[in-house]
């Protein structure tokens, strides 16, 4: 029975699983789904893996919380991993990718009053961007439709076409409030879209050369997703700030905000903060899931089997009329069609498989980085014959 108690904020589908198994959900009736979305990029280990239950047990059997009014090992032991993983600096923790992006909002406006004298520090944004919905992030976000009955949004964000560079440095010429720049390095949301090595590296000068803070939103893309550990990566180009949070614990709630260079140092005590920010339930679950990406070589898996998906589907879908593009990095896909599709999402789920619609007309495909070449050819050989008979 759907509760009228839980506040109406999703349109939910109606099935609700009991358990899981590495890609495979089960549900109340006992129906098996192969899931490709991993709860929107969230389950990087798949359902059950081994060691994170036993990561997790074995934290809940000594302490879950204790604050961040006192040392937290676990918390510094995490703050060194990705520290190390990404040549940054400093790590906060919260619960979230909008708190983490909340995180890098305050600190890109301290960062412009302390270091750089603007009175109102502005942050250049991208068309379609999602980073969340606090009233910040949702003013950072694109989508008018979200943002639709909560005006006043916040100022201080002004917003470029994702991947134009001129419209950036036009930016530049004229304005002395901006002090970042903050994108997706692959828009999840936005459909799946993605900007050349090129213009990131492009933007990394520019906001060198004008001392800007070059902020990376890796909340969806980040933690292995793509093939390496942080999108970034492919272009080398390090930012100045990093925000992380879906796929970070593979279930276990946690966000995470870096820094390095200018961007480090910036906040101190009383400057911000999290009850339950990186604490030792959380943190020992990111650290779970750390060591299996690299230990069982998911980030090598999540390149050949994503390679596999997307050539799976041009092959299955070549010439079928409204299919406008398949395209994505690693295991973070998208197929975008000429029209709204989001009714494939109910015709998928009926068929035993679970995917996402984003932005009306782009399929999502987010699976578990421990997704198999046996799963990516189940996968398509159910979705693309759906795929074929809704565009027929
Ligand atoms: C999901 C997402 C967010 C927001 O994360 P929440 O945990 O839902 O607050 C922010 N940025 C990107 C790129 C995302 O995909």
């Not at 964000?157 to 901006?178: H, K």
Request: aromatic fraction near 6%.
């Amino acid at each position: 029975m759907p509760s009228s108690h839980v506040m109406n904020t999703y349109a939910r589908l109606p099935v609700a699983f009991t358990h899981g198994q590495g890609t495979c959900l089960f549900d109340e009736a006992g129906k098996r789904y192969l899931d490709a979305l991993a709860g929107i990029a969230v389950s990087t280990l798949g359902h059950n893996h081994p060691r994170l239950v036993e990561a997790i047990s074995r934290q809940a059997g000594r302490v879950l919380h204790t604050s961040n009014l006192y040392r937290i090992p676990l918390q510094e032991e995490l703050a060194a991993r990705l520290a190390n993983l990404s040549g940054m600096d400093e790590v906060f923790f919260c619960n979230s990718g909008l708190e983490a992006n909340e995180a890098a909002i305050k600190l890109a406006r301290f960062y412009g009053h302390k270091k750089k004298g603007v009175e109102l520090p502005s942050i250049i944004v991208m068309e379609q961007a999602f980073h969340g919905r606090s009233l910040a992030t949702l003013s950072a976000t694109a989508n008018r439709k979200a943002q639709a009955g909560f005006e006043p949004l916040v100022p201080g964000f002004v917003r470029v076409p994702y991947g134009d560079m001129d419209a950036v440095r036009q930016i530049a010429s004229r304005s002395r409030d901006v002090v970042a720049v903050m994108l997706e390095v692959l828009q999840g949301e936005g459909g799946v879209n993605v900007v050349s090595d090129e213009y990131l590296r492009a933007l990394r000068a520019l906001c060198d050369e004008q001392g800007w803070l070059l902020m990376v939103d890796e909340v969806q893309c980040g933690t292995g997703r793509t093939g390496k550990w942080f999108g970034w990566k492919h272009a080398d180009v390090r930012p100045d700030v990093m925000t992380l949070a879906k796929g970070l614990a593979s279930g276990v709630p946690i966000g995470a905000c870096l820094t390095s260079g200018r961007a480090a140092g910036l906040f101190q005590p009383g400057n911000h903060g999290c009850t339950f920010g990186g604490n030792p339930l959380a943190c020992a679950a990111a650290l779970a899931t750390l060591d299996v990406i690299a230990e069982e070589g998911l980030m090598d898996n999540a390149t050949r089997v994503g390679e596999a998906i997307r050539a799976g589907f041009r092959k299955a879908l070549e010439g079928v009329a409204g299919v406008v593009d398949i395209r994505g990095r690693g295991l973070m896909i998208g197929i975008e069609l000429d029209r709204p599709c989001g009714e494939l999402v109910t015709r998928a789920l009926d068929a035993g498989l679970l995917i996402n619609v984003t932005s009306d007309n782009v399929v999502r495909l987010l699976p578990a980085l421990i997704f198999s070449d046996s799963d990516a050819k189940t996968l398509v050989e159910g979705l693309a014959p759906l795929i074929r008979e809704f565009l027929s």
